[in-house]
């Protein structure tokens, strides 16, 4: 791993700390807390999968007609990663997404999944984004975290994409968060099991062999470019506080709502 990687992951680490050790956790204690806090998560996971498509577009031809484009190493990366993230297994063997394995968690733990895919419909329909948010309802935390993501994919900059892509995403799920999900689960298995199947899948996939990948990716597409690596850090820092931000969004929320209880 370079000089440059363990920096930037050194300048990070403070606010990866305050993510998983984040007081959100501590407040989800039931099905509702966790109702509310999927309804947030689930745009984190769908702009993390336009964010890898836009890395696709950027590092590998996706037109035709088809030509070589960029490094043979880079697009074996990115294109495993996009495998993974958009075509991996459910439980029971079937071919999904990510993100719509997430939907059938929300569905099974009866979360309300309305708002994201009315959101994600308006924006089929060619919808601004800021209709897009009023059409669905979106929160607001969810607002600014995928604004922030987007104007990351506006800018065109693959290594800034990378970046926070690896160090913005990967491996944020603490142990803690996944001990009170196992718990519920004991309680509640009918309401849990592909949440819970979910954050395992992440786990394995995404926390362990992809995030190799995108370090790899990163180091890659920044090389030896001081500017590069500077803007990368930048945005990486940014990418967390967007995080932090969006946690801070469901705390008040269910704090609110255990309030009026």
Known sequence: MSTEIEKLKAQIEPL?????????????QDLNDLQIFMKYHVYAVWDFMSLLKSLQNKLTCTSVPWY?????????LINEIVVGEESDVDANGVRKSHFELY?????????????????????KQGNSFDAAYQESNTPAAARQFVDFTFEVIRSEKAYLQAAIF?????????????????????????????????????IEVDGDHHSHLALAMTEH????????????????LRSLQQR?????????EICQKKAHN
Not at 244 to 252: P, R
Request: negative net charge.
């Open 103 to 123: 939907i059938d968690g929300m569905q099974q733990c009866g979360a309300n999944e309305g708002p994201i895919l009315k959101f994600i419909e308006a924006i």
């Open 221 to 236: 597409l920044c090389q030896n470019n001081p500017a590069y690596w500077e803007e990368a850090s930048s945005y990486s």
């Open 68 to 76: 070589p484009t960029g490094s043979a190493d880079t697009r074996h």
């Open 244 to 252: 932090i931000a969006l946690w801070d969004g469901v705390y008040e």
């Open 166 to 202: 690896t160090f913005g995403r990967e491996d944020l799920i603490p142990g803690m968060f996944m001990s009170l999900v196992n718990e519920l689960h004991k309680t509640f298995p009918e309401s849990v099991s592909v949440f819970k199947y979910y954050l395992e899948r992440h």
């Open 16 to 28: 990866r700390q305050e993510i998983i050790n984040h007081k959100v956790y501590s407040v989800i």
